[in-house]
């Protein structure tokens, strides 16, 4: 291990990511510097052994491991934390040259910090070189509306903490959004142990959200406060479900590749979530399927009046991006506020001798700005409000917006501010209720 160690030490002296990929190369044909390397960024290895587990007094036992190769088959066959693997662990590191003995502690617990990352470790040594733990993330349906093409699936959106389970070979493992274990979840893994053992599930990928047991009764915000008390405490978390959201086969999700459309996954969830009977693991509910674009305003206000955070789009057609992608979009919850147009301004691209967007004034802290706002147009008011700009110039109209944020020069805008259609001819003053 004195070679490996050399190799540790190079990495973490060097900040540059060119000088670090120049290490990893010249050291491509050591092969206990690789299976270490990679043994460390599995996000799947599990040791069960955290450095205060480590520093555990157990009754000593002289470690039959000698080697470092032989303790990573150890730990990943045995790696629950019991007092007895934490004892041979121990012997193990006392068995070892006092030099080496942090470096072990922080290989055994996953703590050392080499400035690399698995991406970074794939793009020398090949794709899955080292697994990657990597789940879909939302883009924002405002900022490019014209993304949602086709039917899709309207889901409420769930303020609470990210969760992927991956059931193999019958146990189930949970994990956060960075794929980092997430223990203590004693009730959804019971149920979803029980649940994954009626329905015959050996091996499956969920994907999902921690909530409060009563989120239904709660707002957004209460439900996320109680949740990220918990879910983050260590030891034993109760007072939780699972809302799951989606589902992959185990072997897709472990190489991070999918050639199933939602609409594919959703029905096989619809399917073993049928006549389900666990408090602690539930399918999250279909608000609505189709391709009418207006059920998005319709179902983002429904919630909005149950102060729910929103609403998520799922793209029937898409595949399970294991990334940030425009197959699922999230849409936060607006605020409606009457504002004066005060000028329009023409579009570009295909908008070009259209209308682009008009100028609005809101009032902020007493002090009024404007912004402009594009979005939420329809193709007849393009072309009618650019040649007849008349027809809005001057009033109030209804506008949306997700929140007010400071822009660089020192002043206001409108996040996401979009048009809804609504010009207020009952009203003459700027309102911003």
């Known amino acids: 291990m004195d070679k490996v160690f050399d190799i540790f030490k190079k990495l973490q002296s060097t900040t540059k990511r060119n000088a670090k990929i120049q290490i990893l190369k010249e050291n491509q044909d050591n092969t206990l510097f690789q299976t270490t390397l990679k043994w460390l960024l599995n996000p799947f290895e599990i ?17 039959p491991i000698q080697t470092w190769r032989d303790m990573m088959v ?13 004892a041979i662990v121990q012997g193990f590191i ?188 539930r399918l999250l509910p279909v608000l609505y399927q189709g391709s009418d674009k207006e059920m998005i305003t319709e179902y983002l206000n429904k919630a909005r009046d149950k102060s729910k955070e929103g609403i998520m789009i799922n793209l029937n057609e898409g595949k399970y991006d294991f990334k940030r992608t425009y197959n699922l979009l999230k849409v936060k919850v607006m605020q409606d506020a009457d504002l004066r147009i005060i000028d329009v301004y023409e579009g570009i691209g295909e908008n070009t001798g259209k209308l682009g967007g008009v100028v609005v004034e809101f009032i902020y802290q007493d002090k009024h700005y404007v912004c402009g ?26 506008i949306s917006y997700f929140e007010i944020t400071k822009n660089d020069e020192g002043g206001y805008g409108l996040r996401f501010a979009i048009w809804t259609h609504r010009i207020r001819d009952d009203k003459t003053e700027i309102s911003m209720n």
């Open 47 to 63: 040791t069960g052994i955290s450095t205060k587990k480590l520093n555990k007094q157990v009754p000593y036992n002289t470690s």
């Open 373 to 398: 706002c594009g979005s939420g147009f329809n193709e007849k008011e393009r072309v009618e409000y650019w040649k007849h700009p008349e027809l809005i110039v001057s009033k109030i109209a209804t």
């Open 94 to 281: 006392e068995s070892q040259p006092e030099k080496y003995r942090d470096y072990y502690k922080q290989l055994i617990t996953k703590s050392l910090k080499l400035g690399i990352d698995a991406k970074t470790v794939n793009s020398v040594y090949g794709k899955n070189f080292v697994p990657v733990f990597d789940l879909q993330l939302a883009e924002k349906y405002f900022e490019k509306p014209e993304k949602v093409t086709g039917e899709f699936t309207l889901t409420e959106k769930l303020d609470g903490y990210r969760l992927a389970a991956i059931i193999h070979n019958d146990k189930v493992e949970f994990y956060s959004r960075q794929g980092q274990p997430v223990e203590g979840l004693i009730e959804v893994e019971t149920d979803l142990s029980q649940f994954c053992k009626e329905k015959k599930i050996h091996n499956a990928f969920f994907d999902g959200e921690l909530v409060a047991i009563n989120c239904e009764e709660l707002t957004s915000a209460e439900n996320y406060k109680i949740v990220t008390t918990t879910a983050r405490k260590k030891g034993i978390k109760t007072g939780l479900k699972y809302m799951v959201f989606d589902t992959l086969r185990y072997e897709d999700f472990i190489k991070q590749t999918c050639d199933i459309e939602y609409w594919k996954r959703r029905a096989l969830l619809e399917k073993i979530f049928e006549d389900n009977k666990f408090a602690h693991v």
């Open 74 to 86: 150890y730990l990943s066959e045995n790696n629950t934390g019991k007092d007895t693997d934490i």
